[in-house]
């Protein structure tokens, strides 16, 4: 189920920054040279329509690695 | 392959009258003060199409799909890099500030087929009927999110000044460039400006899906266009609006979504968001603060919670004589112990001699003002804005308490802020966090070479109108939270006056600090941490 959400966040991830994920759930901010707070708002609201569900205020904030979104998608939608 | 390009003021103008784009965030040197951004920036789409000016016009007239990417604010007569990587079936164009991308657009030849049962968008009749001569607004719409969210469909007509576009092209080396490319990426500032968000807009995306058409008999030539834009989709929690729209020209039909955000204005402290985080006393009575930077932002805040307090406060301001006066009325029965100097902290001599005609004593001095904060990667080519950035933080510090220390009591409190960026520095602020340690060094001088008490604040991350990320309020503190921490420490400094030997001391009061609820005391252990 995590590899699934993980597959679909990457998608995402790409579609809004341009390219895929380098590190996987590892990657952070300063990998990916598109992925600023503008990129990183339009990513959660991408995984949020995507999901059905709302992510933790803390994580509209960019700095925190991709994995902590997959994380709280599974927490917040344990079905994804 | 790289090059050069500088975006003048005159361009910027150009592009206003030529697409109708008259934000006041590109235009108003008044209203850009009041934003994070500090002076009118770029048009985002006038600088993307500076730099697909390096395209070769003809291959850039076969894609079909153009994707512009909005990183950072481009300010005008700043030399920007244009760097140009082309492959096969898409070509990448990128403005660089040393190595931080400000902008890419990538070019695709991939044909996008328009399907309106996905896109929910159809031509209608009444939009062919529309009359292409619709005017520009005058004025950029305001929306909020209240009132964002309710908007419905909308459609009409739209045309670019020619003569104007043509000539502002020819200045920027684009004279051969499509021109359909040109007029369907004005629509998208034109609307996104002016529309929707309109005045307070901030443009991150814009993605436009070419097909050609057969040609339309309303649509006379590439500089008119008919459009239809769905209602947009509004994300409250963040402000993003996405927007999905359709332009229609002679030959072209352009599906376009527009992705930006509904800046949040940060709101300025008032003596109710005060009195939330600290009660009134008068400990601070017949005490005399001067304030630099205390109009607006944590000084205005300051300036408050002194009031509060029972001080005097001069608020030391360069032009901001209207929020003096509507601080005065809010502090009501308390108003007149706002006072007011109109200068430049930044000019010593001026400063120096406008507190000559007040003839004052000084208990407080209190060090706020500091210049907008410019992201400027580490870089060779960003030395010049740096050390710009360097002098101009440093020198409002410096110049106030040069100004000052001769009125400055003994036993006299000082306020310098600093920032826990010293502590945590963010990549793209080297010349901040360069200037801070500076300001902390000269306030470090002076607790050392004078009787004052001498406090060193180094807030977390603030919103005000000068700091105000894309997030606003978000992972922030209060303004009016650390205000009152300071006010509160100043009391306390003063109640020592009697005592020299508490003076020539330099205390930091750091985030940790801070985020507490203000103390009523000092606890013993923590009022001599000599830094």
């Known amino acids: 189920m995590k590899e699934n959400a993980m597959n679909r966040i990457s998608e995402l991830f790409a579609s809004v920054v341009g390219m895929e994920p380098p590190r996987g759930e590892d990657t952070l901010p300063d990998d990916v040279r598109g992925w600023d707070s503008l990129a990183h708002i339009r990513l959660v609201h991408a995984i949020e329509r995507e999901f059905g569900c709302e992510l933790p205020e803390g994580l509209l904030l960019v700095g925190k690695p991709l994995g902590d979104l997959v994380a709280a998608v ?3 939608a344990p079905g994804a | 392959m790289n090059s050069g390009v500088v975006i003048r003021k005159s361009h910027v103008a150009q592009f206003a009258a030529a697409c109708g784009d008259r934000n006041p965030l590109h235009l108003n040197s008044r209203y850009s003060r009041t934003t994070p951004f500090g002076q009118p920036v770029v048009h985002g789409v006038l600088a993307a199409i500076a730099c697909l000016t390096r395209l070769d016009a003809s291959a850039l007239a076969q894609f079909q799909e153009l994707r512009l990417d909005f990183h950072h604010p481009v300010l005008p007569a700043t030399a920007y890099k244009i760097q140009v990587e082309a492959e096969e079936q898409k070509t990448a164009v990128r403005l660089l500030l040393g190595d931080m991308v400000v902008l890419s657009a990538i070019c695709a030849k991939r044909v996008s087929v328009v399907d309106s049962r996905t896109s929910g968008q159809t031509w209608t009749a009444d939009l062919l009927h529309a009359d292409l001569r619709d ?14 969210p309710i908007l419905g469909l909308e459609h009409g007509s739209y045309g670019v000044d ?13 004279e051969s460039m499509p021109f359909h490319i040109v007029s369907v990426l004005s629509w998208a500032s034109y609307w996104t400006g002016m529309h929707t968000p309109g005045r307070d807009a901030l443009l991150g995306q814009v993605v436009v899906r070419l097909n050609r058409i ?21 994300h409250r929690r963040t402000g993003l609006v996405t927007i999905e729209a359709r332009v229609l020209l002679s030959e072209w039909a352009a599906d376009i979504t527009v992705e930006s955000l509904l800046r949040q204005r940060a709101p300025q402290a008032t003596c109710e968001s005060v009195a939330r985080h600290l009660s009134p006393s008068d400990e601070l009575v017949n005490k005399f603060m001067v304030v630099i930077g205390g109009s607006r932002g944590l000084g205005r805040a300051i300036t408050l919670a002194l009031v509060q307090l029972g001080a005097t406060v001069l608020v030391v301001h360069r032009r901001s004589l209207e929020r003096v006066t509507e601080m005065r009325h809010d502090a009501g029965q308390n108003g007149h112990r706002i006072l007011s100097v109109a200068c430049d902290a930044a000019d010593g001599a001026a400063l120096y001699a406008a507190l000559d005609a007040q003839a004052i004593a000084i208990d407080g001095l209190i060090l706020a003002a500091a210049p907008v904060i410019p992201s400027l990667p580490f870089h060779l080519s960003t030395i010049n804005p740096s050390l710009r950035y360097l002098e101009r933080a440093v020198r409002l510090v410096w110049a106030p308490l040069a100004a000052c220390a001769s009125r400055l009591k003994d036993g006299a409190t000082l306020v310098v802020l600093s920032s826990e960026a010293v502590e945590e520095p963010p990549v793209l602020w080297p010349h901040y966090v360069s200037a801070k340690m500076a300001i902390e060094g000269l306030a470090r001088h002076a607790a050392k070479q004078r009787p004052w008490h001498v406090i060193i604040v180094r807030p977390s991350r603030l919103w005000t109108e000068l700091t105000s990320g894309p997030t606003g309020a978000i992972g922030t503190t209060p303004v009016e939270l650390i205000a009152s921490h300071i006010a509160s420490r ?26 507490s609820p203000v103390p009523l005391l000092l606890r013993k252990d923590e009022e001599h941490a000599e830094y």
């Not at chain 2, 005017?135 to 964002?148: E, F, I, N, V």
């Not at chain 2, 020619?162 to 684009?174: A, D, F, Y």
């Not at chain 2, 005592?499 to 750091?510: E, F, Y």
Request: hydrophobic share 35%; aromatic share 6%.
């Open chain 2, 490 to 515: 100043l009391a306390t400094c003063q109640s020592w006056n009697g005592n020299a030997s508490l003076a020539r001391q330099a205390t930091v009061l750091s985030t940790s600090d801070i985020s």
């Open chain 2, 214 to 234: 057969a040609a339309s008999p309303t649509c006379a030539d590439s500089a008119h266009s008919l459009y239809r834009v769905e209602p947009p989709s509004f």
């Open chain 2, 135 to 148: 005017p520009w607004r005058s004025k950029a719409r305001t929306l909020d999110a209240g009132t964002l």
């Open chain 1, 74 to 76: 599974q927490d917040s």
């Open chain 2, 162 to 174: 020619v003569c104007r576009m043509r000539t502002l092209l020819e200045q920027i080396g684009g």
